[in-house]
């Protein structure tokens, strides 16, 4: 997994490509967590790249999602293929998460 990070008008987008899962979960995690502590609680998760998700990514994606959620922040989620958005809506993380087709769609929403 490879990632690319940027900001646009105060909003933190990370750009993912590969899978996210087990083995990349964590550091996924633990780079965000390094976002939330000086407080870089506007979120969005480019999943353009993405060609699988495992239950430890969704989980990392529930966790972040609660976090910046608490520090009155918020996460979107971004170019998720169809395949995964189909998971999103069976596991009902869509009515949790919001999906966006665009990047720029997800940034307008904040």
Do not use: C, P
Not at 88 to 105: A, C, H, N
Request: hydrophobic residues 40%.
């Amino acid at each position: 997994m490879e990632y690319f990070e940027s900001k646009q008008d105060g909003i933190y987008i990370l750009r993912i490509h590969g899978n996210l899962d087990m083995l990349n979960a964590g550091i996924l995690k633990e780079r965000l967590n390094n976002f939330i502590s000086q407080n870089e609680i506007k979120v969005i998760l480019d999943l353009g790249g993405v060609n699988f998700i495992d239950s430890s990514g969704f989980g990392l994606i529930m966790s972040l999602n609660d976090k910046l959620s608490e520090a009155g922040g918020g996460l979107r989620i971004a170019k998720v293929s169809k395949t995964i958005r189909q998971i999103f809506k069976i596991s009902k993380i869509s009515s949790v998460v919001q999906l966006f087709e665009t990047t720029e769609d997800a940034i307008k929403s904040f």
